[in-house]
């Protein structure tokens, strides 16, 4: 955390691309195999607009806008979000960029309530992404 932390202050915003490969990490990491992370045909069967990212491969994605922010990544102590897009993952070298950006909206006995946005292309991925964090 560097400087004061006031009610609008802005965290660094960060970029992660997604590629194919991160989704087969994850799954290894994670044990979701779910077919429609890594399967075109599985994806479509099931009327999805292609592979998607795991959902709890973007939601640890946006909390690293707060994590890298902080001195301790343990002073994050309350993190919830709703998943209200899907990132769809192209089977090319690009991958999907989501860009996360955050900001403090609320300070109350030593701890900030922090909103976090998540991005892809001009999609909002998450909704109601909220971090709350300790302060020194």
């Known amino acids: 955390m560097r400087g ?4 609008g202050t802005e965290l660094p915003p960060l970029t992660v691309t997604l590629r194919r490969e991160d989704l087969v990490r994850y799954a290894g990491a994670s044990g979701d195999f779910n077919p429609i992370h890594w399967n075109d045909r599985m994806a479509a069967a099931l009327g999805l ?3 998607i990212a795991h959902g709890m491969l973007t939601m640890a994605s946006a909390a690293r806008v707060v994590t ?7 002073d994050l102590i309350e993190y919830g979000v709703r998943f209200t897009k899907f990132v769809v993952v192209p089977d090319d070298d690009k991958g999907a ?15 900030a309530e922090i909103d976090i946005t ?14 709350v964090v300790r302060l020194p």
């Open 4 to 7: 004061p932390v006031e009610v």
């Open 49 to 51: 607009p292609g592979v």
């Open 68 to 74: 890298d922010w902080l001195d301790d990544p343990a």
């Open 97 to 111: 960029t989501v860009t996360f950006s955050a900001k403090v909206d609320k300070l109350t006995d030593g701890h």
């Open 118 to 131: 998540a991005l892809a292309g001009e999609e909002k991925v998450l909704g109601r992404a909220r971090a």
